[in-house]
Nanobody, 124 residues
Framework: QVQLVESGGGLVQPGGSLRLSCVVAGFTLNKYAIGWFRQAPGKERERVACISQIDGDIDYLPSVKGRFTISADNVKNTVYLQMNNLKSEDTAVYYC?????????????????WGQGTQVTVSS
């Protein structure tokens, strides 16, 4: 069964850090891109970062570039999102999703299996 499970969310003060984990099962991690998305209340879902081990490509939302880092561990079947210097506008539910097999995916419709999400709240 294809499955993605996120963890690592929580409450953090502005300027703080969190590391989200996405454990995958039921498919070979390095044969698919994996994307991290987020959705804040009243806003559309947006793609935060994506990693493709097929072609070695990584892509970030401009507002998180330099603060967030996406990485993959094929032994642990896990994709991480390290988030540093968090801001209040990063508050959202974060989802990981399985993307294309030919490179990074830029849109939600390119991702076919989604995790349940993990809440990140940045507040003092």
């Amino acid at each position: 069964q294809v499955q993605l499970v996120e963890s690592g969310g929580g409450l953090v003060q502005p300027g703080g850090s969190l590391r989200l984990s996405c454990v995958v099962a039921g498919f070979t991690l390095n044969k698919y891109a994996i994307g991290w998305f987020r959705q804040a209340p009243g806003k559309e879902r947006e793609r935060v970062a994506c990693i493709s081990q097929i072609d070695g490509d990584i892509d970030y939302l401009p507002s998180v570039k330099g603060r967030f880092t996406i990485s993959a561990d094929n032994v642990k079947n896990t994709v991480y999102l390290q988030m540093n210097n968090l801001k209040s506008e990063d508050t959202a539910v974060y989802y990981c999703a399985r993307g294309p097999q030919d490179g990074v995916g830029y849109f939600a419709y390119e991702h076919d299996v989604w995790g349940q999400g993990t809440q990140v709240t940045v507040s003092s």
